[in-house]
Structures are given as C-alpha cells and as structure tokens.
C-alpha cells in the first residue's frame, strides 16, 4: 500500500553533481533498450537525451530555515523513463522543480500535456526533470529550472512572476516534487488569455489547453498525487 503524499517546507535547496555508476542502468541495459524501443514506436518524437537523478536526499534544519540537502548524477533519458516504467526500483529519486503559477485572485494556472509529449493527458504546472541546462557550476539551480520552464511551456519570463520565498517539497515515493510558488500580477482571466496567445503561436506547444484551479472542487485525478497534494494544501484542505 501506497503511502499519500507528504509535504514539508524548506528556505533553501542545495543538490550538488557528484559522479555516479547507476547499477540499474548498467544491470538492465536490454530491458531499458526494449521500453525505449516501445515508447518510441507510440510517440517518435522522443529524444534520448540526458536528465540528473538525484541520491541521498535528506532535510536539513539548519541556521535560517530548513534546508533540502543531496546529490544527482546524469543518466540518459531512455533508462530513466525505463525506470520510471518499471516502478521506479531502489535508491534514487526524481527530484525535479514546478512554477506553482497563482494569480492575482488566488486561482492556479496549471496545463494539459500534449499528446505528443511523454506525460500525454496529465495536467501539472509548468516544470520537469531537470538536465544539464540547470546547472550552475556543480550546483543545481532548482529556481532557474522553474523559470525556464515557466517561459517554455508559458511564454511567461522572469519579470512577469514574483516567486515566493522558499520552496513547499511534496514527497511521494520516489518522486520529489520542489514547488516554487510565483505570483502573477494578473487575475486568472487575463493570465489565460496571455498564456493561449503564446500557445497559439508555437508550432508544437507543451500543453494541449489551460487548466485553472479556482479551489479544491477542481482537483480531479488528471492530476498526479503529489499534484493533489501541493494544491489541497495550499488551498487549506490538505
């Protein structure tokens, strides 16, 4: 039985890339080239590129606040969907950033992936597995990944949102959900219209339509457990 999803807040995150031999890529090298063969066949627009899996997460009560503490190493993106297939076995962690968009009203802007994408149907906030890109120096810029996100999937940059200090880190198994609240200065009317006018132009837009959040009665099961969790809590509910 499943354990639900938990959540706890922290002032700072610090992950650090550290070199890494993962035994499962390296003991299911058949089964992962077999998955990846079978996602690819339903959805050839998959790329094999590079994510960071994270190890030795663990929270730290430090001086100023709670810090989020661990280290990730590369692994290619075939082993690591391979994985997440095969119910995420031992030892490491999807640690990965979402841009928790709220607006001026209080409502949150979350979005449908688009059928071409791996998460097809699922409706989050803006974000995903960090990569190389969310580097900075051997330091993990969890806060830029987010941001960068943000503006992929929304068009919307940096000077549009005010992120809230700290972060609220939902744990669910192996998945390690990292939401940085950012705040728009727009009601979610205006915000929508924004976001669909951005979508409206890109040639293979992320999300397949708009979801906002006005409270607790749109929470439904398109949405990923610890994407549940983050929005009853926020709400007041959870």
């Given at each position: 039985m499943s354990l639900a999803p938990r959540i706890e807040k922290v002032a700072a995150i610090d992950i650090r890339l550290r070199p890494n031999a993962w035994d499962f890529a390296a003991g299911h090298a058949a089964?992962?080239?077999?998955n990846w063969q079978k996602r690819v066949e339903a959805n050839p627009r998959l790329y094999n590129g590079e994510v960071l899996l994270m190890r030795d997460i663990a929270r730290d009560a430090a001086p100023g606040g709670a810090r989020l503490q661990g280290?990730?190493?590369?692994?290619?993106?075939k082993a690591f969907q391979a994985w997440h297939d095969l119910g995420r076995p031992g030892g490491v962690s999807?640690?990965?950033?979402?841009?928790?968009l709220r607006a001026a009203d209080g409502a949150y802007l979350l979005g449908e992936m688009a059928a071409w994408t791996a998460n097809a149907?699922?409706?989050?906030?803006?974000?995903?597995?960090?990569?190389?890109?969310d580097l900075d120096g051997d330091g993990l810029d969890l806060e830029?990944?987010?941001?960068?996100e943000l503006a992929e999937e929304t068009g919307l940059a940096a000077q549009?949102?005010?992120?809230?200090?700290g972060w609220s880190v939902v744990f669910d198994g192996a998945l390690i959900a990292c939401m940085k609240e950012l705040?728009?200065?727009?009601?979610?009317?205006?915000?929508i219209m924004r976001v669909a006018e951005f979508l409206a132009?890109?040639?293979?837009?992320?999300?397949?339509r708009l979801v906002p959040v006005f409270g607790p009665a749109d929470i439904d099961a398109s949405m990923p457990a610890f994407m549940q969790a983050y929005l009853r809590r926020a709400f007041g509910t959870g």
């Open positions: 089964e992962i080239d077999a280290t990730c190493f590369v692994a290619e993106y999807n640690l990965f950033a979402l841009a928790a149907g699922r409706v989050y906030c803006p974000g995903g597995t960090p990569d190389l890109n830029g990944s987010a941001l960068r549009d949102v005010a992120p809230s200090p705040r728009s200065p727009l009601p979610i009317a205006d915000l132009q890109e040639k293979n837009p992320e999300f397949a």
